[in-house]
């Protein structure tokens, strides 16, 4: 079998809150087709870890890379290699569901991205919001548009927070089985759960961050 | 699911706790609202640790602080009013005759667009569930908010109408003519507002609001055009006041049938109408106590898109970049009113040189352009506040900036060939030049706004979490005044050379050097992070270096 290429390297990273250290000279090393879950009590570091790998907080020390180049999140090469899901994503108030997506299909370069946003905008059941501005949408609603945004655009990985919040059962059911079919189609993927059935269904490795409650 | 070991286990619903027990009947009498009022104002007053002359006692300083102030800017309105009024010029006449009308039109469109946006009458959250749904009559219990409303109008409104009377020269009679007429117009503009508010419809409110917009921008210009002697008006010099006179009449009664609509409707607006008014107030009270006014203009944007609601999908166009540029020329024709404010800027330029403030003309007109070009870069302003969207896009920040930019560049460099005459010169009395400079000044004008409205859009929030300054006004957030100032600065520093008379050319080189900082990512965030990468690289290097050290040290022993 091929060897199959890393895609994301962390090496020694750490990150404080003053005397507080979420976590030290955590290491990690993703290859294309696989996917890691960071699981763990809350507060035990997840969505900083996600949030030092993508760029959105800067680690104290440490290394991440991806695809070989060392992580700048204001990098254009590491923008388009990379999706995430995290919480600090927004939407333009007067564009609609859309809109949003078939201009994020175009800026990576899909001349016609018609037919994979119709496909995602189905997957995620945002067909008859289609139209609505985002501002209308219910905090679900919102969450299946910010998973969407992933699935328009080229990626080699996928960076997701919890990523079954507020979805219900047939949602999660749907992402489970998309993202499964995602690493097996080469994609690297961590995300950050606090559900099983997604965990086991998707995940080829768990990392625990943190130490259990005493 | 089974159940835990240590749930308790009911064998029958009469087990279940609180089993048997039967909710309370319905009152025959239930409590009138100032009943209940006069309760929450007890327990209120109950709570209460000074009393008012007590808190009056203590904030001694700010209240004489206040009274000096008022005093002064009393002082100040009245010997402008006493000099104006020896003007005896057709600009000044004119104005004096048509300025309070178009500070009424515009008392009263100011007053039904923000009667539009908070209701207006509004409910806090805890009202909305804890008195709104008791089977206490609604309209008695939001009446006072009505009053409050209406009373608040007509006290800013009178203001206006007295402070423009005044200033333009007029005499004690017709200023009070005209605060009355301008107060009972704003006020029968919330009233009206209420009265459909009553009936959830807004239509009318909307279309009055421009109708009253327009007609203040087309009285300003006449006068304008008075000064500029493109036009004379033919009116006598007391028409003004007994226009005045007829405008109270007829506001008065607009007042009063609106009230009594909008009284007979209170009871029948919805909650949720009641309670969204109420969250919009305390979201820009509270962006406005962190003095960050593009959170609050953020909320305003929301709430509006929230009423709009949906809208018909159109297919994008262009790859890359282009695709980014596209969006924002489609978002500008779904909305285009940010188009008209701009449009309505280019009077400015053209007012300043009637009436013979040409130094000036090139620092009014960049603060006008950079007010009306805010609402063009909301698009800037999503892909820079928080970089959730920007990470999604393949480009690096400069090029998304520019992007953003480049439709509302297109607005302004049509802006500037519009204004191009006014930097002419074109009243007798206004300092004349050839058209190239007029054209570099008004190139360097556009310029000056447009980058002030990119600075003010890109502006971060304050960072409470950063270490304090210590003021005399206490420990104060760093940034948290300059937020205030945040694309003034631009404005001015860009148009300074030219107010002195320089050349244009100065202030285009000063303009040049904002982009460059303002769209180049060479701002203060990115520079930080690049300084953190680089501090991060030479910790790296001398680690290693101290470890090769090591290294060769144990190797000599």
Same mark, same amino acid.
């Given at each position: 079998m091929a060897k199959r290429t890393t895609v994301l390297k962390v090496s020694?990273l750490?990150?404080?809150?003053?005397?507080?250290?979420?976590f030290?000279?955590f290491n990690l090393e993703v290859r294309a087709g696989e996917a890691v879950a960071l699981t763990g009590?809350?507060?035990a570091g997840k969505s900083?870890l996600l949030?030092?790998i993508v760029?959105?907080?800067?680690?104290?020390?440490?290394?991440v890379e991806v695809c070989g180049? +060392?992580?700048?999140?204001? #990098?254009?090469?590491? &923008? =388009?290699d990379v999706a995430t899901v995290i919480?600090?994503?927004?939407?333009?108030?007067?564009?609609?569901?859309?809109?949003?997506?078939?201009?994020?299909?175009?800026?990576?370069?899909?001349?016609?991205?018609?037919?994979?946003?119709?496909?995602?905008?189905?997957?995620?059941?945002?067909?008859?919001?289609?139209?609505?501005? +985002?501002?209308?949408?219910? #905090?679900?609603?919102? &969450? =299946?548009?910010?998973l969407?945004?992933a699935f328009?655009?080229?990626r080699k990985l996928l960076i997701l927070d919890e990523p079954e919040?507020?979805?219900?059962?047939?949602?999660l059911t749907w992402l489970a089985g998309r993202l499964k079919t995602e690493r097996q189609g080469g994609l690297a993927i961590v995300l950050a759960s606090h559900e099983p059935s997604l965990v086991d269904t998707v995940a080829t490795r768990v990392v625990e961050l943190g130490?259990?409650?005493? | 699911?089974?159940?835990?070991?240590?749930?308790?286990?009911?064998?029958?619903?009469?087990?279940?706790?609180?089993?048997?027990?039967?909710?309370?009947?319905?009152?025959?009498?239930?409590?009138?609202?100032?009943?209940?009022?006069?309760?929450?104002?007890?327990?209120?007053?109950?709570?209460?640790?000074?009393?008012?002359?007590?808190?009056?006692?203590?904030?001694?300083?700010?209240?004489?602080?206040?009274?000096?102030?008022?005093?002064?800017?009393?002082?100040?309105?009245?010997?402008?009013?006493?000099?104006?009024?020896?003007?005896?010029?057709?600009?000044?006449?004119?104005?004096?005759?048509?300025?309070?009308?178009?500070?009424?039109?515009?008392?009263?469109?100011?007053?039904?667009?923000?009667?539009?946006?908070?209701?207006?009458?509004?409910?806090?959250?805890?009202?909305?569930?804890?008195?709104?749904?008791?089977?206490?009559?609604?309209?008695?219990?939001?009446?006072?908010?009505?009053?409050?409303?209406?009373?608040?109008?007509?006290?800013?409104?009178?203001?206006?109408?007295?402070?423009?009377?005044?200033?333009?020269?007029?005499?004690?009679?017709?200023?009070?003519?005209?605060?009355?007429?301008?107060?009972?117009?704003?006020?029968?503009?919330?009233?009206?507002?209420?009265?459909?508010?009553?009936?959830?419809?807004?239509?009318?409110?909307?279309?009055?609001?421009?109708?009253?917009?327009?007609?203040?921008?087309?009285?300003?210009?006449?006068?304008?055009?008075?000064?500029?002697?493109?036009?004379?008006?033919?009116?006598?010099?007391?028409?003004?006041?007994?226009?005045?006179?007829?405008?109270?009449?007829?506001?008065?009664?607009?007042?009063?049938?609106?009230?009594?609509?909008?009284?007979?409707?209170?009871?029948?607006?919805?909650?949720?109408?009641?309670?969204?008014?109420?969250?919009?107030?305390?979201?820009?009270?509270?962006?406005?106590?962190?003095?960050?006014?593009?959170?609050?203009?953020?909320?305003?944007?929301?709430?509006?898109?929230?009423?709009?609601?949906?809208?018909?999908?159109?297919?994008?166009?262009?790859?890359?970049?282009?695709?980014?540029?596209?969006?924002?020329?489609?978002?500008?024709?779904?909305?285009?009113?940010?188009?008209?404010?701009?449009?309505?800027?280019?009077?400015?330029?053209?007012?300043?040189?009637?009436?013979?403030?040409?130094?000036?003309?090139?620092?009014?007109?960049?603060?006008?352009?950079?007010?009306?070009?805010?609402?063009?870069?909301?698009?800037?302003?999503?892909?820079?506040?928080?970089?959730?969207?920007?990470?999604?896009?393949?480009?690096?920040?400069?090029?998304?900036?520019?992007?953003?930019?480049?439709?509302?560049?297109?607005?302004?460099?049509?802006?500037?060939?519009?204004?191009?005459?006014?930097?002419?010169?074109?009243?007798?009395?206004?300092?004349?030049?050839?058209?190239?400079?007029?054209?570099?000044?008004?190139?360097?004008?556009?310029?000056?706004?447009?980058?002030?409205?990119?600075?003010?859009?890109?502006?971060?929030?304050?960072?409470?979490?950063?270490?304090?300054?210590?003021?005399?006004?206490?420990?104060?957030?760093?940034?948290?005044?300059?937020?205030?100032?945040?694309?003034?600065?631009?404005?001015?520093?860009?148009?300074?050379?030219?107010?002195?008379?320089?050349?244009?050319?100065?202030?285009?080189?000063?303009?040049?050097?904002?982009?460059?900082?303002?769209?180049?990512?060479?701002?203060?965030?990115?520079?930080?992070?690049?300084?953190?990468?680089?501090?991060?690289?030479?910790?790296?290097?001398?680690?290693?270096?101290?470890?090769?050290?090591?290294?060769?040290?144990?190797?000599?022993?």
């Amino acid at each position: 079998m091929a060897k199959r290429t890393t895609v994301l390297k962390v090496s020694g990273l750490r990150r404080a809150f003053g005397p507080n250290t979420i976590f030290d000279k955590f290491n990690l090393e993703v290859r294309a087709g696989e996917a890691v879950a960071l699981t763990g009590r809350n507060g035990a570091g997840k969505s900083t870890l996600l949030r030092c790998i993508v760029g959105a907080d800067r680690p104290d020390d440490g290394n991440v890379e991806v695809c070989g180049n +060392p992580m700048r999140e204001t #990098s254009p090469e590491i &923008r =388009r290699d990379v999706a995430t899901v995290i919480d600090d994503l927004d939407f333009f108030p007067d564009l609609s569901v859309v809109e949003h997506l078939d201009l994020l299909a175009r800026a990576h370069g899909i001349s016609e991205p018609d037919e994979i946003v119709d496909e995602v905008l189905e997957e995620v059941q945002l067909v008859p919001q289609s139209g609505q501005l +985002p501002g209308t949408l219910s #905090s679900g609603q919102r &969450r =299946r548009l910010a998973l969407a945004t992933a699935f328009v655009r080229p990626r080699k990985l996928l960076i997701l927070d919890e990523p079954e919040q507020r979805l219900d059962t047939e949602g999660l059911t749907w992402l489970a089985g998309r993202l499964k079919t995602e690493r097996q189609g080469g994609l690297a993927i961590v995300l950050a759960s606090h559900e099983p059935s997604l965990v086991d269904t998707v995940a080829t490795r768990v990392v625990e961050l943190g130490t259990a409650r005493g | 699911m089974d159940a835990g070991a240590d749930e308790p286990v009911f064998e029958s619903a009469a087990q279940l706790p609180g089993a048997g027990r039967v909710p309370p009947e319905a009152a025959t009498a239930p409590a009138s609202a100032r009943e209940l009022k006069g309760l929450i104002r007890d327990w209120r007053r109950g709570r209460a640790t000074k009393k008012l002359g007590e808190a009056f006692s203590d904030g001694y300083v700010v209240v004489i602080g206040a009274l000096m102030i008022g005093a002064m800017v009393i002082n100040v309105i009245l010997k402008a009013q006493r000099v104006v009024a020896q003007c005896t010029a057709a600009s000044c006449l004119s104005a004096r005759t048509i300025l309070p009308w178009a500070a009424l039109a515009g008392a009263v469109a100011v007053a039904l667009a923000a009667s539009r946006l908070f209701g207006p009458v509004l409910a806090s959250a805890a009202e909305g569930f804890w008195l709104l749904d008791t089977p206490v009559s609604r309209a008695k219990l939001l009446g006072a908010r009505l009053v409050a409303a209406v009373v608040v109008a007509f006290v800013g409104g009178a203001a206006i109408g007295a402070l423009i009377s005044a200033l333009t020269g007029s005499g004690l009679a017709e200023v009070l003519i005209w605060a009355a007429a301008t107060g009972l117009s704003g006020a029968g503009a919330v009233a009206f507002a209420a009265a459909q508010q009553g009936i959830d419809r807004h239509l009318l409110t909307r279309a009055a609001t421009y109708v009253f917009g327009v007609l203040g921008i087309a009285a300003l210009m006449i006068v304008v055009a008075v000064a500029a002697r493109w036009t004379s008006l033919g009116l006598g010099l007391d028409v003004g006041g007994q226009l005045g006179v007829v405008m109270i009449g007829f506001s008065g009664l607009v007042l009063i049938a609106s009230i009594v609509l909008a009284r007979i409707r209170l009871g029948r607006i919805r909650r949720t109408r009641l309670l969204s008014g109420g969250a919009l107030v305390s979201g820009i009270s509270g962006a406005f106590y962190a003095l960050d006014i593009g959170l609050a203009r953020d909320i305003v944007v929301e709430r509006r898109a929230m009423e709009i609601g949906h809208v018909k999908p159109h297919r994008g166009k262009g790859l890359g970049v282009e695709a980014i540029m596209w969006r924002e020329w489609q978002r500008l024709r779904r909305f285009p009113q940010p188009l008209f404010v701009v449009g309505g800027t280019i009077v400015v330029p053209y007012a300043a040189d009637a009436l013979g403030m040409s130094t000036l003309t090139t620092v009014f007109s960049a603060l006008a352009l950079f007010a009306a070009t805010i609402p063009l870069l909301g698009g800037l302003r999503v892909l820079t506040r928080t970089g959730g969207l920007a990470r999604c896009l393949p480009f690096s920040l400069a090029q998304i900036k520019l992007a953003s930019i480049t439709v509302p560049a297109v607005v302004e460099a049509v802006w500037t060939l519009a204004v191009t005459p006014a930097f002419v010169g074109l009243g007798d009395s206004t300092t004349h030049r050839d058209l190239t400079t007029a054209l570099l000044m008004a190139l360097a004008t556009g310029a000056a706004g447009l980058l002030g409205a990119v600075r003010w859009t890109q502006a971060k929030g304050v960072d409470f979490g950063a270490p304090m300054i210590s003021t005399q006004a206490g420990a104060l957030p760093p940034g948290l005044m300059t937020n205030l100032f945040r694309g003034f600065d631009v404005c001015l520093l860009s148009t300074f050379p030219m107010l002195l008379g320089g050349s244009p050319f100065w202030s285009l080189a000063i303009a040049a050097i904002a982009a460059l900082i303002l769209l180049n990512s060479w701002d203060a965030e990115s520079v930080r992070a690049r300084q953190a990468e680089q501090q991060k690289l030479l910790e790296a290097s001398r680690k290693q270096r101290d470890a090769a050290k090591t290294a060769a040290q144990q190797r000599k022993r």
